[in-house]
């Protein structure tokens, strides 16, 4: 059992929260309306179609280049310094991302922007955890959730009025104001996030560790997608040498970057861990199959369309703050795996999805898929946050994210691979239904699969009890 340490309690607590939660919906909620506003990006640009799937995966790689290092840092400085340093990186990147005049300034200012979001992932969940109750961790990590999802919910209905009536630069214009908000309020109450004097530990940082992390990142992040290819057989083996030499690298004065006694010494971060990387893989592309599946086989225009797959997200908005609010006193494990569960019975649905499906149906998986995500994501947050100690809060809110990131190109990697083998680059038209239809078919077999393996790893996790820890400290 891991020593139990006192919460500070500061009656300014709520406060940070609503700082953390307007954090939490603007940047998906710019991550969703830029997927949108795409075309309008390319056109203003004059961006080759082709080209415009870089806006978004430089963003991802980015963000998978700063949350591990950053989380890392976060454990010896507090996590308030880095997430309000990231709150003026993100607002710097978002006024340089309006003024972008081509495409390689847009990537460069992309970068800059994902690389303060990072910053902002990385810390959020270790400031909530820091500065609330055990008895409450539940319930604001589930709120977190909840508006991360609302975020992903209304950036592509909102996001395509904005880009209509304003412009494709609003979007990124509109965040500078929040991201000044997020950055004064964080200055204002860093102190509440980050730890005491007597607990931050001078180190060193784990310079090689972390360039071995980036080009691992990198090399992965550019292999997966093009995996049939040899340059991508090439830079997947790169990314996945680096992450080896990563792993085996002997200590030295530094503390690792990622520190693997997380792993190797606590069941229940391991297996929550590896339950959301499964979880995410398993999940994220599903918006984008049937998106294609409702305008192309079903006919439906965009906006019908749009308001099917936001059933998903709304729902599991709604279920998230429940769900972890309960995980403060049962068992996260317990509904962690049946919202896992759900979402196995969700994909499996489907599997046996024709152009003839009703309606009603896919409705309905929409609903089971927006209770099982929502019971899913925030009792295994609150099993992976309470299951550390507080000197590894920065690490461990910073690998939450790193997981869902890298579930997300995961997820998208086995999309474009199978759709690579079956569609061959052939446009969705009903001549070509059959094939398309055979490869949502197989994405869902596999995603169904995970799932099951996913459920594995969400059952064996191991008992948190969350209500009789402190923060961060199971029993």
């Not at 995966?57 to 400085?77: E, H, N, Q, W």
């Not at 880095?82 to 972008?100: D, E, P």
């Not at 071995?212 to 040899?230: D, E, K, Q, R, T």
């Amino acid at each position: 059992m891991n020593e139990t340490l006192p919460v500070r309690p500061d009656p300014r607590r709520n406060i940070l929260l609503v700082t953390v939660l307007i954090n939490a919906f603007v940047v998906p909620f710019l991550v969703s309306s830029v997927n949108v506003g795409l075309p309008v990006i390319g056109s203003g640009l004059h961006i080759a179609a082709s080209r415009l799937g870089w806006i978004i995966s430089v963003y991802l790689i980015s963000l998978l280049l700063v949350l591990v290092p950053f989380g890392r840092l976060a454990d010896f400085t507090g996590p308030g310094r880095v997430f309000f340093a990231g709150g003026v990186i993100y607002t710097v990147g978002s006024l340089l991302c309006g003024f972008a005049f081509d495409f390689w300034s847009l990537l460069a200012f992309r970068v800059v922007q994902a690389a303060g979001a990072g910053m902002q992932l990385a810390t959020g969940n270790a400031l909530l955890v820091s500065s609330f109750p055990a008895s409450e961790r539940g319930k604001v990590l589930g709120l977190n959730v909840a508006v991360v999802y609302a975020g992903l919910a209304a950036g592509p209905f909102l996001g395509g009025w904005i880009v209509h009536i304003l412009s494709w630069q609003a979007l990124f214009f509109l965040n500078v104001p929040l991201g000044l908000t997020v950055s004064l309020l964080s200055f204002s109450f860093i102190n509440m996030g980050a730890r005491g004097p007597e607990d931050i530990r001078p180190a060193g940082f784990d310079l090689k560790g972390t360039v071995f992390y980036a080009i691992a990142v990198i090399c992965l992040g550019l292999g997966l997608p093009i995996i049939i290819h040899p340059a991508g057989i090439l830079l997947f083996c790169a990314g996945a040498a680096f992450f080896i030499l990563l792993l085996r690298a002997p200590p030295g004065r530094a503390p690792a970057v990622i520190d693997l006694s997380l792993f190797r010494e606590n069941r229940t971060f391991a297996f929550s861990s590896f339950a959301a990387l499964i979880n995410y893989g398993a999940t994220y592309s599903l918006g984008f199959l049937l998106n294609l599946y409702l305008q192309y086989v079903k006919g439906l225009p965009p906006g019908h369309a749009g308001l099917v797959l936001v059933i998903q997200p709304v729902i599991q908005a709604v279920i998230a703050p429940v769900s972890g609010r309960l995980s403060d006193r049962h068992e996260p494990r317990l509904l962690a795996t049946a919202g896992m569960a759900l979402t196995a019975l969700g994909l499996a649905l489907l599997i046996g999805l024709t152009p003839s499906t009703p309606m009603s149906l896919i409705i309905g998986v929409m609903v089971i898929l927006g209770i099982g995500f929502g019971l899913f994501s925030a009792p295994n947050t609150n099993a992976i946050m309470g299951s550390v100690t507080r000197n590894h809060l920065g690490s461990a809110s910073a690998l939450v994210s790193t997981m869902r990131l890298a579930g997300q190109l995961f997820s998208m990697a086995i999309l474009i691979l199978i759709s690579s083998i079956l569609m061959a680059g052939k446009p969705v038209i009903p001549e070509n239904f059959p094939a398309f239809m055979a490869s949502l078919r197989i994405s869902f077999i596999i995603f169904a699969f995970l799932c099951c393996v996913g459920i594995y790893f969400s059952s064996a996790r191991g008992v948190l009890h969350a209500p009789a820890s402190g923060p961060g400290n199971p029993e």
